[in-house]
């Protein structure tokens, strides 16, 4: 962590390993979002299903920004928002695959741990 206080400045002082892996971890929460979004069209009967997936995203970003943004309004400790990660993530991942959507409910998940390891790994 670079100390300085500037939105992004993290990113800015990161190396290029830790900054690719924080792009995708970016790119992990817009997809986590569309998840989300998506089980829940799944889940609804028609004539609610926009309603449903437009909740299931404002739902998921409040939460994140609340607890997990660089910006969270509340900060939980870094357990706790490592389980409140993997309850995001697993969770949406499982209602994916219970309604049909197998492959991109295991490779994102995949892909979110294997960042999850390279952002505490890399410096």
């Known amino acids: 962590m670079s100390g300085d206080a500037r939105p992004g400045a993290d990113f800015e002082n990161a190396r290029p390993g830790r900054r690719l892996a924080l792009t995708l971890r970016f790119l992990l929460e817009l997809a986590l979002l569309a998840g989300a979004a998506v089980l829940a069209w799944r889940i609804t009967p028609p004539g609610w299903s926009w309603l449903a997936a437009v909740a299931a995203i404002a739902a998921v970003a409040t939460v994140w920004g609340l607890f997990l943004s660089p910006k969270a309004r509340y900060d939980i400790g870094g357990f706790a928002r490592l389980m409140l990660e993997i309850v995001l993530f697993a969770g949406v991942a499982a209602g994916l695959i219970a309604v049909g959507v197998v492959v991109p409910a295991i490779v994102g998940a995949a892909v979110w ?11």
């Open 113 to 123: 741990v294997l960042d999850r390891l390279a952002l505490r790994l890399l410096p």
